[in-house]
């Protein structure tokens, strides 16, 4: 890690609508593999570790200043009151000239690819050249939208043409300007109030503030990366699924480095907070969010959706939903069932085909197998829980909980009528409305008695044929 502490600010700006983006979030907040592109450079600027930075908000700064306080509560927000252009976005930072180091790294908001190892090469750069402003560049096969870099016979940087404004010769050069800058602090502030908006899109353009100072004789020079990939922005949709599935092939390809199979890397989405142990197999069409930390061991999929969970080791986790839980060691989850939010189970434990489990506790070698809802419950160890089973947890006003004790024995379709309790060892048989405490022990049995009704069905059919038979006169008269 490079000692920038006392010397470096990085200034990102984030102030752009995104027009071709259509649409009314701010183009940093629109997710790549479920975060924020900001996310992306946020994290590659941490490792720098710059005495502070500071993140310029234009458009809907409201959302994206919730964003960094909620995510980044150290990064300083500056508002750009008026979008008018890149230069005019820097100088809004201005005012805490105090703040700043030496030196200022300038980046822009919508190149998620970018890394910690070219972001410090570009500094490393700046001292070891001794210059008094770096860009980085690259060489790319279609430099179409991008500003060109204009440099004299002997290599030297003379200014930056942007595609709007540059001559049909300048737009043949294939070396671009990245957008990312690193200038001494007061040398950048002093130019920026010279720069003018005399260029087709009447904006104060940061790249002009090369030219002027190229011209005044300060050093300046250019680090080319061989990694176009990394500088590649974000303007519409198509170039936003085009970095996420680079996003995605980078992400899992670290995730199978580190020890987990997965099986098709073209179908499974994983979030860069996850983390995932070994020998884990993630089957195809899988989709693991947020801060979920899988262990070792595990088969998820294929089909899942995880969020926010912790998973226990040796887990299998088929064609179900699981958000916000603590899914125990050993236990064995669908198919298509949905754990929600709050839910804790224990070690083996069987939650099977179509079950929802809502913010319940679930004890270790317990089993759920099918069909079941369970929620605002707490179930103890060595429970079976028959099929069609409901928790009535709620009374209109109310979440009301149930408990079930160890060694409950619950038949298929009982309903339990929280508040409610099942005390030890207790059965409850199939088909029962349980609304009261069952002691420990005991069966409990509620149902109204079978009446067997000899040629009824006999009966019933003839009756409802001869009212069928009159309602298609009826339908024929009409």
Not at 18 to 35: A, D, N, W, Y
Not at 46 to 59: A, D, Q, R
Not at 87 to 95: D, P, T
Not at 247 to 265: D, Y
């Amino acid at each position: 890690m490079i000692d920038t502490k006392k010397n470096l600010s990085v200034i990102l700006l984030a102030a752009g609508q995104g027009k071709r983006m259509k649409s009314e979030t701010p183009k940093v907040l629109h997710q790549i593999c479920f975060q924020p592109i900001i996310y992306y450079i946020l994290k590659s600027v941490e490792k720098l570790n710059p005495k502070n930075v500071f993140v310029v908000v234009g458009y809907e700064g409201n959302a994206v200043e919730k964003y960094l306080n909620d995510n980044f509560p150290s990064v300083k927000v500056v508002y750009q009151k008026q979008q008018l252009g890149t230069a005019h976005a820097v100088m809004a930072a201005e005012k805490y000239m105090e703040e700043l180091g030496n030196f200022c790294m300038l980046l822009p908001g919508d190149i998620p690819l970018i890394t910690s190892d070219t972001l410090g090469r570009v500094f490393k750069h700046k001292l070891s050249s001794e210059s008094e402003a770096v860009l980085l560049t690259a060489e790319v096969k279609s430099p179409y939208g991008y500003g060109r870099v204009i440099k004299d016979s002997d290599g030297k940087i003379l200014k930056i043409a942007e595609e709007t404004d540059a001559s049909p010769d300048e737009k043949k050069i294939n070396e671009i300007n990245t957008s990312i800058y690193c200038i001494d602090t007061d040398l950048l502030f002093s130019y920026l109030g010279r720069i003018d908006s005399k260029n087709s899109q009447n904006e104060f353009y940061l790249t002009d503030i090369v030219e002027k100072i190229v011209r005044d004789g300060h050093k300046t020079s250019a680090l080319k990366t061989a990694a176009s990939i990394e500088i590649e922005g974000v303007n519409d949709r198509v170039q936003l699924v085009n970095l996420e599935k680079a996003a995605q092939q980078q992400i899992n390809e670290k995730i199978a480095l580190s020890g987990v199979t997965v099986r098709n890397p073209e179908t499974s989405y994983i979030d860069p907070e996850a983390s995932i142990g070994r020998d884990t197999i993630i089957e195809p069409f899988c989709f693991i969010k947020g801060k979920t930390k899988i262990a070792d061991s595990c088969i998820i999929g294929p089909f899942a959706q995880i969020e926010d969970c912790i998973i226990g080791s040796c887990t299998r986790i088929n064609k179900s939903v699981v958000q916000g839980s603590k899914i125990g060691s050993f236990n064995n989850i669908g198919p298509t069932s949905f754990i929600r939010s709050g839910t804790i189970t224990g070690d083996n434990v069987k939650i099977g085909a179509c079950c929802e489990i809502k913010k319940s506790k679930i004890a270790g070698n317990s089993k759920i197998p099918h069909l079941s809802y369970i929620g605002d419950a707490e179930i103890g160890s060595g429970v079976n829980v028959g099929a069609g089973t409901i928790t009535c947890n709620y009374d209109g006003f109310f979440k009301n909980k149930t408990v079930i004790e160890d060694n409950v024995f619950i038949g298929s379709d009982t309903m339990l009528v929280a508040p409610v309790k099942i005390g030890r060892g207790a059965i409850t048989a199939a088909g029962s409305s349980i609304s009261e405490d069952v002691p420990p022990q005991s069966i409990a049995v509620e149902r109204n008695r079978q009446v067997n009704i000899e040629d009824g069905a006999v009966r019933f059919r003839d009756k409802k044929q001869k009212q069928k038979q009159k309602e298609n006169k009826k339908r024929k008269k009409i």
